[in-house]
């Protein structure tokens, strides 16, 4: 596996890579990696002749508040990782190669980045639309791997795709959990022996609406009641918000006859965290 800290690098890279009708595959991550970013390389694997990753802890997706400078970062650990899932070329920059001084332009999908976590994350979307778009254009991906458990991020990133024409197919693989439920996370290493058992319950509140659902519930206001009912029942946990939503446009429905996505966030202690299921008829 060849590491690339250049722009200028990582593109004639990829470029090479690519000859003879190859095809490349990327799995942009932020590091801290787990088994739901190796199900992605695995993904990638399968379907690529050639698959590139990146390592960056993007700055501009984090507001002024939040875990940037504390999130978990384990280069060597996640080199080695990819490494042995076979993956050709790593792409880790530094923070002034992706955005050097003066650099003002941003890649924004209106609407929906103000919905679930763009609402109480201004900002997030933008940051993470202008990275992508940039790795995008880097590495001229065929095919880019993506985790369904960001499954706003999957639908913003996709419009992007759509209105820019950027001829990147988008491939969404399912969310990895632990044994008894959790959403794997890079922001789980943040919790405590408590808090992670506190944490269950952002699944256990899906897996009540799905049981809801199964039972022939289809009134979003009443399985969207049920799962926060949930959480009632765990006060260390902050509800962030529970939302039963379009999963294109991310707007709310009002009963379930499409495929609909429940969407959590809550906190736990400082730690954020998300998880979600698709109902589907
Ligand atoms: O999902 C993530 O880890 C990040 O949002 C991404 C897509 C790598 C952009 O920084």
Redesign the pocket.
Known sequence: MRVLETIQQMRSSCEAARQGEKRLGFV???GALHEGHLSLVRAAKARCQVVAA?I?V?PT?FGPNEDFSKYPRSFERDQKLLEKEGVELLFAPSVEEMYPEGAVTFVTVEGLSERLCGKSRPGHFR??TT??SK?FHITQPDLAF??QK?AA?VAI?RRMVLDLNLGVEIVVCPIVREADGLAMS?RNAYLSQQQRRSALVLSRSLAQVKKLFEQGERCAGKLGAAGRQVFSEEPSVRLDYFQIVNPETLEPVESISAPALVAVAAFVGGTRLIDNIVLAN
Do not use: E, H, K, R
């Open positions: 942009p991550t932020m990146s960056f993007n997706q940051g993470v990275v992508v790795l993506f985790g960001d991020q990133i890079s």
